[in-house]
């Protein structure tokens, strides 16, 4: 019993890792866009989600589309 309880809780704390590194990884990348641009706002924490809020309104569309691509990039080739 001891030993399936410290599986199960490898394997929890494992996914949260993963969960918490993909956050990091995916949402640093829009920061460190956002912040080059000079359009950051703030971070938001929505429920299980977070979200980087940025002034997109001054960016061109070429900008706008790396802002939004840069996450998907990044956790990709992670």
Sequence with gaps: MKERLSTNSRKWFGL???ILLYYIIHEGSHVIIALLY????KVR???LGVQVVANTEILTDFQTAIFCVVGSISTHYW
Excluded: K
């Excluded at 000079?38 to 706002?41: I, L, N, P, Q, R």
């Design 16 to 18: 949260i890792c993963a």
């Design 38 to 41: 000079g359009v950051f706002e």
């Design 45 to 47: 924490i929505l429920g």
